[in-house]
């Protein structure tokens, strides 16, 4: 059964364009513990509230097992990294998704 670790992060626009390059060099980063197989960088495409620009990380696990081992051994030493560099700017939340089914669209 696999999982997705979803981080919905919601960025100042003051550190927005910092925080873009800065994501794409830590999605890299959480790929390489071995933990998940694929992750997917989206722009949420409603307004908050709060304002700043909202992402959602969406990071694939190959298991249960996996997802538990990331929070053991990884997760709080990659999330220090952000939280240090962009403090207060960011807003940040995480939740856990089953994947139930997948389906493909196939038009041959």
């Known amino acids: 059964m696999k999982f997705i670790y979803n981080v919905t992060a919601n960025i100042d626009a003051s550190i927005h364009d910092e925080w873009l390059v800065w994501i ?3 999605i890299p980063q959480v ?3 071995g933990k998940f197989e694929k992750a997917t960088l989206t722009r949420v495409l409603v307004e908050e509230d709060m ?3 909202t992402y959602s ?3 694939q ?5 996996a997802l538990d081992a990331y929070y ?3 997760a709080d030493r990659l999330r220090q990294e952000g939280l240090k560099k962009f403090a207060d700017k960011m807003l940040a939340f995480r939740t856990e998704l ?3 089914d997948e ?3 196939n038009f041959s």
């Open 72 to 74: 053991r051994e990884d």
């Open 24 to 26: 794409k060099e830590h």
């Open 51 to 53: 304002g700043g620009v």
């Open 103 to 105: 389906y493909t669209v």
């Open 57 to 59: 990380i969406q990071y």
């Open 61 to 65: 696990t190959y298991s249960r097992e």
């Open 98 to 100: 089953q994947i139930i």
């Open 31 to 33: 790929l390489g513990t």
